[in-house]
């Protein structure tokens, strides 16, 4: 369940403080390992998540934000996969229905990585499929939404394991999952990391399949689910 609050401040990386609805300024663990580029506002409203843990640290979660230009961005990047596990299960990616197992955290590639998704058992394809699933959140110009939103020399690495199985006539996706309600379209943010971009847009060259589904996000339901797909523009 999603709590409000108002966001007061970012720091650390990995903590955040704010304001309940009875007036008491709590500090919350932040789990995103971006910039939160154009998603922090100080004064905005946000919503938590409350663990009710007695042996954590900071129980409670920051779940969602309020962006600049009045959207909602869900910045909880752990949320990704289990959003992306969803609607797998539900058929709401088309283009990866029809297999009959589903790993996760699978160790594979020449770089030892660990694929967020590993399908099998399609019932006419008879190739694995490996899927990396990056979490979307910044927006710079209305409905354009970027990856990374600092440099990610791991994302670059992921982008390299995926063409490795692809070389070895596997089926490699890279997913997209925006948790963004402004964002219409993703792009690879050049202007922030442009090895990344280059690395992507060799990726596909070689047959890595890229593609993005977006998030409803509503909090007064604790509503977070994946429902359409975005265009890519690489």
């Known amino acids: 369940m999603f709590k409000p609050a108002v966001l007061l401040r970012r720091y650390k990386r990995f903590l955040a403080d704010i304001r309940l609805a009875d007036g008491r300024e709590i500090t919350v663990h932040c789990p995103n390992t971006g910039s939160m580029r154009n998603c922090v506002v100080a004064g905005s409203p946000c919503w938590y998540s409350d663990s009710e843990s007695k042996t954590r640290k900071y129980p409670q979660t920051?779940?969602?934000?309020?962006?600049p230009g009045g959207h909602l961005a869900g910045i909880n990047t752990a949320r990704a996969n289990e959003l992306v596990r969803q609607a797998l299960v539900d058929g709401v990616i088309t283009e990866l229905t029809g297999y009959g197992s589903c790993l996760r955290e699978q160790v594979y590639g020449c770089e030892r990585s660990r694929i967020d998704f590993l399908l099998r058992d399609h019932a006419q394809d008879g190739r694995d499929c490996y899927v990396e699933v990056k979490s979307v959140t910044?927006?710079?110009?209305e409905g354009e939404g970027y990856f990374p939103d600092a440099?990610?020399?791991r994302g670059s690495k992921h982008l390299r394991e995926l063409m490795g199985a692809v070389a070895q006539g596997q089926r490699a996706v890279l997913l997209f999952c925006v948790q963004h309600?402004?964002?219409?379209r993703v792009s690879p943010a050049d202007h922030i990391d442009a090895t990344y971009g280059k690395t992507l847009r060799e990726a596909q060259a070689a047959g890595v399949e890229v593609m993005a589904y977006g998030a409803v996000i509503d909090p007064e339901r604790s509503l977070l689910v994946l429902r359409q797909p975005v265009p890519v523009v690489v």
């Not at 920051?62 to 962006?67: A, G, I």
């Open 151 to 153: 440099v990610s020399e």
């Open 138 to 141: 910044l927006m710079e110009a």
């Open 62 to 67: 920051l779940e969602l934000v309020t962006t």
């Open 181 to 184: 309600t402004g964002i219409r």
